[in-house]
């Protein structure tokens, strides 16, 4: 069984920071990327940012210079996110690009989400 759990939403003010965490925890042969995506009310769930591991991080262009990803080991990942918006305001994801064993195919894998509310 993998699990990825996440932690650190919550309501902030327009221009405040959070910083959400997402550890993999599990039968885990390798791991390929952490990152995470977000949903909207009423919008489909989308990509925000990666961290390959060995590679490079990657944004979406809406979060470029405010939101920062990082891993501190293999299995864990953070999403610092400042100068926060209300169309940031979100349910915040995790997800994780995993082979349980080496002889299976990489698959994804899903936390169950956070919220993220920005609001005055």
């Known amino acids: 069984q993998v699990q990825l759990v996440e932690s650190g939403g919550g309501l902030v003010q327009p221009g405040g920071s959070l910083r959400l965490s997402c550890a993999a925890s599990g039968s885990i042969d390798r791991i390929y990327t952490m990152g995470w995506y977000r949903q909207a009310p009423g919008k489909q769930r989308e990509w925000v940012a990666t961290f390959p591991t060995g590679g490079n991080p990657n944004y979406v262009d809406s979060v470029k210079g405010r939101f920062t990803i990082s891993r501190d080991n293999p299995n864990r990942v953070y999403l610092q996110m400042n100068s926060l918006k209300p169309e940031d305001t979100a349910v915040y994801y995790c997800?994780?690009?995993?082979?349980?064993?080496?002889?299976?195919?990489?698959?994804?894998?899903w936390g169950q989400g956070t919220q993220v509310t920005v609001s005055s």
């Open positions: 997800q994780s690009v995993l082979r349980v064993l080496a002889n299976l195919a990489p698959q994804p894998y």
